[in-house]
């Protein structure tokens, strides 16, 4: 399965916004932020991860769905799926 550069747009300025995010963690903890500002921080990083795998997933359903015919097979889409869950 090949990723539609179209349909990952979105989850390119995603993963971009979380590389900022972690670059601000980073950031916070060699400055002695407050440990609840970084957990907090680290959290949205980490959300906004999972997020940008949940979008390439579903890409690749809408794929399977939407032309059967190509070889994507059913138990590696699912593993992908559950290594985010």
Same mark, same amino acid.
């Given at each position: 399965? =090949?990723?539609?550069?179209?349909?990952?747009?979105?989850?390119?300025?995603?993963? #971009?916004?979380?590389? +900022?995010?972690?670059?601000?963690? *980073?950031?916070?903890? %060699? =400055?002695? /932020?407050?440990? #609840?500002?970084?957990?907090?921080?680290? /959290?949205?990083?980490? #959300? $906004?991860?999972?997020?940008? +795998?949940? $979008?390439?997933? $579903? /890409? +690749?359903?809408?794929?399977?769905?939407? /032309?059967?015919?190509?070889?994507?097979?059913?138990? =590696?889409? %699912? #593993?992908?799926?559950? *290594?985010? $869950?």
């Amino acid at each position: 399965m =090949e990723l539609n550069p179209d349909d990952m747009t979105p989850v390119i300025h995603r993963l #971009k916004r979380a590389q +900022g995010q972690l670059a601000a963690v *980073t950031r916070m903890i %060699e =400055e002695g /932020s407050d440990c #609840k500002d970084v957990v907090t921080q680290l /959290s949205a990083v980490s #959300k $906004a991860l999972d997020r940008a +795998g949940f $979008a390439i997933i $579903a /890409s +690749g359903m809408e794929q399977c769905m939407t /032309s059967p015919d190509k070889d994507l097979d059913r138990k =590696e889409l %699912e #593993k992908l799926f559950l *290594t985010l $869950a």
